[in-house]
Structures are given as C-alpha cells and as structure tokens.
C-alpha cells in the first residue's frame, strides 16, 4: 500500500507491514524444531489483501483494495539478533481512479529473546513494538503476549485454520480495541478484530484475518485485511479430523473441490468484462494452427494494440506457446512466450483477462503494458521501457552509401551482431523479422555489415524495433543514419504514426529518437519471477 495510506495500532500493523511488505522474517523447521529461534535460511512467502467498503454519507459507494506478495528469508543468525530480507510486490486500486504499486525491499533486524524490532522496522508501529510473524512455543490458553504494539490473547492452542481445501492445526492469538485514526481517510474512531494463527511448532505465521469498523459523526466504511501464507521453509501439522471429514467423508466434494482448484489454476476459459449493461463476452484459447491467428483484429494494448494479430501469426509460425483473449474474432488480450530467448510478452485491455492469460502460459521472465497492476503478475520489476511515438514521419536525408536496405545474404552478420549485443541467441527472431516482411536496413563500414534495425508496418501504422550497432562503431552517427532511412521508407508508404520501445537504461537509443522527434507515449514493464538469474533485456524478442 502507498505510503500516504498509514495506519494506526493495528491498521498498521497489517497495513503497514503489507505495505513495508507484509511478511516477516524467519521461518523455522519442522516438528522436531519446538520452541527453535529462526535459523538461516528460513522462508515463507504470503499474499495480503486489504479492503474498503460499506461506506456511508460521503463514502459511500466508495472502495478500495491493495493487493501485495512477498518473500522473506533469514539472512543471518547471531547470538541473539535476527536479520531477514524481505522482497515483495504492492498495487492498490481505488474506485475515486486512484492508481498506485511498487516495490518494497526491506531488512529488519530484531532480537530473538525479546522479538523487538532493533532497526530497520517493517511496519509504521511504535519503537518498541514487537515482531508479529514469529512466537516462541509453546503458549498455553490466556497468556498474553505483544505483537506489533498491541497486547493479543491466546484464544486456542488448537485451532483450525483453512488454506483452500487444507485445514491446519494452528495457535490462535486475538486482540480488540478502539483506536482514533486521523489520516488519509479522515478523522474516524475505529474499532476492531485481529486474529492471528501460528505453527503451534516453529512459532512462525500461518494466517492473519483483521476487520475494522470506522465511524465519525457523519459517515463511516469498513476495512477488512487477510493474510495467507502460500510457501515456507516450515510445515504446518495438518488438522486430521477436518482433513478426514472431507477426503473421506465427502469424497464427491472432494473431488469438486480438486476441480475448482484446477479451474482457478488454469482460470476460467470464458469470461465477461465490461459494464454490468454492456458486458463484452471473451473466450481464452490457445494458438496453434495459421486458421488460429488468421482475420483477426486487435485493442488488446494502448500502445501496441494494431500488431498483436502479426505478433500471434510469427509467434504461432515458430511454434511458440500463444493464447489469445477473443471478443469475435477480436484480440483484447495476448499472451507470448519466445522459446528461443525464454521471454514473454503479455498484452491486455482488462485486469481479468490479464489475470486469465498469466495463469495459462507460465513465464519466469517477461514483459507486460505498464496499464496492468503490478500485483496481479506476481514478479519483480526489473527494468521500465518507454513507448515514444512519431506522428506523420517526413523523409530524411541518410548516406546511402553507408545504409542499405537488409538482404538475405546479410542475415548471418545481423544475426551475430545480435547475439553479440543481446547475449543470447537471436537467429529465429532475425529471420521471422526478415521473412515476415519487416523493413530491414544495414549499416556497412569497412566492407561489412556494423548495424542493423527493423520496421514493422500494419495499416498506417509502424512499429521500429532492433536499433543495434556493433560495438567497436557506436558513437559514429550509424544510429541516426538507420534511423533516418527507416523513416524515409516509411514516409514513402504514407505511414502517419510511428511507435519504439527503449530501456530508459539505453541512453544511446534514447538520444538517437527524441533526436527524430520520438515523444513519450507510454511505459512497458520488464518483469521477473526469478530476479536473480533475470538476463538484461535491452530489446524484446517478440
């Protein structure tokens, strides 16, 4: 959750530590590991949700969520200091069109006899508050311990706690209380209920479920939070009579609850998206033939919404993974992955289509329009692409000498500069660019070809991609000079409007089109599900 949004007592604790990154620290072992301190290495990973609604007078009808991911992991145990890091992912949506995410990166240390916080604090609490994400056991009934800033009781030391279809045997902890809040949501009293659920063995979280009622003289809203923990370095006893009573007991239940799991897995193959009166039906099939990808029309991306049909056929034509969001014969959503450079690519209009094609095509690293909620991709960001446009390209002067239109015969030097730059192989994307009718120019000094770029056309339309100079011949202008041969052709064909994509890290690519005249028009995200072992995309492969 933004930071303008800070909570007070037990909102913060649960919006704080979302925000901060919701998920603490160490994870401990398994049932051998009673009453153990957190050891290096420990994990858990969670998803925490957080909810406005039943608003009344003028919050009504107003309403606001914040979805978030993260992962921590003891990184070192010494004497009685604990150190964890913490990597997690926030967006939070507001129906007033509020719209914000990131990313948090934190490190606290605290002590293991006390469970104080000694630095680098996770959550907006007071400065002795206590860690809430890990308990020494065993408790007993009615003791009393901190979390946080607040004094919670233990309500059972054999508690239920369901994570989909698994019940888990848990320590229940819970507080109550009223607080006043006085902060971007106004000056409201608020009361409420926070519950928490342990590993009755490692002492560390296994769920959290909070609910808050705020009022004022005028107008009052509810805010709900709910944590799960989704993977750890712990297992948490499973309860035996629940579990029981529904793979034994209710076997036909059981066998519907499986299915469901699979369907949300995978999600649904249909969908509405919409208005309430104007709903848009969309059906998520996978690509496989040429009469898959033929006669199809696109708005499945602000930014690249006309090239989405030639991406599907190119992608389908080298047999790679493709599902397409239809309305008709309509794509509002695509989903990519390039087997060659084990890159993705996600287009979509709507946040549940998006949600939907995310689920069918499994990706470690990809890129995705910066319109979709970080939350929703479960990943890191690793690097921002800017979308610049040029409107009405006119002819420009270039040394022909220099720069030709790309032949066959100069595809291996062009696919050996591309490996070389990139790092990673390029001979199916070169030669799908080439043979699927891309403009192509080179750059030839010294009896050889030194550069290369490539122009997409649909329609009126056109898509520059691949801008790349060997190394040894940067710095010499060759850029300008592709540049400005591309755009002659393309002004030749009567093309009115004309797009790129550039790292913002990519300075030269950068200078070379606001130097054109490129402005800004929109962003793509670089994400990764592994951000250790994410390669550096200067350019996707796609």
Known sequence: MPSDFSFSRSVTRLAGLILIFALGTPLLLSLSAVGAGPRLADFFEYNYNTYVDQGTDYYFGYSDKMISQARYTVQSVSGDLA??????????????GTHQSGVTDVTPVFS?????????????????????????????????LRLLDDVFTVISTDATVWNGIIPHRT?????????????????????????????????????????????????????RAELFVTASSYSV??????????????????VLAVAAVIRVRRGPSRLQIGSKDFPTEVRIRKAKTPADV?????????????????????????????????????????????????????????????????????????FADATIPSGLLRAQEIDRFAILQLRNPQPRSYDSTLVRPMSADDLGAVVAIAQSTYRASARRFIASSFQGGDFGYV???????????????????????????????????????????RLSALAALGVDRVILEISRKNIASMRVATKAGFVPF????????????????????T
């Open 83 to 96: 150190t964890v890091r913490g990597l997690g992912t926030w967006t939070f949506d507001g129906s007033d």
């Open 112 to 144: 293991v006899s006390t469970r104080r916080y000694l630095s680098d604090m996770d959550v907006n609490a007071s400065a002795n508050a206590t860690v809430w994400f890990w308990i020494s056991m065993p408790l007993a009934q009615g003791q009393t």
């Open 171 to 223: 320590v229940q902890l819970q507080a109550s209380g009223t607080y006043t809040r006085d902060d971007a949501y106004g000056n409201f009293v608020a009361t409420y209920t926070d519950r928490y659920y342990f590993d009755p063995d490692s002492g560390y979280v296994v769920a959290e479920s909070y609910e808050e009622r705020d009022t004022n003289p005028t107008a009052s809203f509810r805010f």
């Open 237 to 254: 006893p499973l309860d035996l009579l629940p579990l029981a009573l529904v793979d034994f007991g209710i076997p036909a239940a059981a």
């Open 294 to 366: 033929a006669s199809l029309t696109s708005n499945g991306s602000p930014f690249f919404g006309p090239f989405l049909p030639i991406l599907a056929e190119r992608s389908v034509a080298e047999r790679d993974p493709v599902v397409l969001a239809l309305a008709d014969r309509k794509v509002v959503g695509l989903a990519l992955f390039d087997q060659e450079s084990a890159m993705g690519s996600l287009f979509a209009s709507d946040d549940a289509v998006a949600r939907v094609l995310m689920k069918r095509v499994k990706m470690q690293h990809f």
């Open 443 to 485: 750059a030839v000094a010294d009896g050889r070809v030194v550069g290369f770029g490539f122009a997409t056309v649909v329609g009126t339309v056109a898509r520059l991609h691949t801008l790349t100079v060997d190394a040894p011949y940067r710095a010499q202008g060759i850029g300008t000079q592709i540049m400005n041969a």
């Open 522 to 541: 929109g962003e793509t995200v670089y994400y990764s599900r592994s951000p250790e072992a994410a390669p550096a995309a200067q350019q996707r492969q």
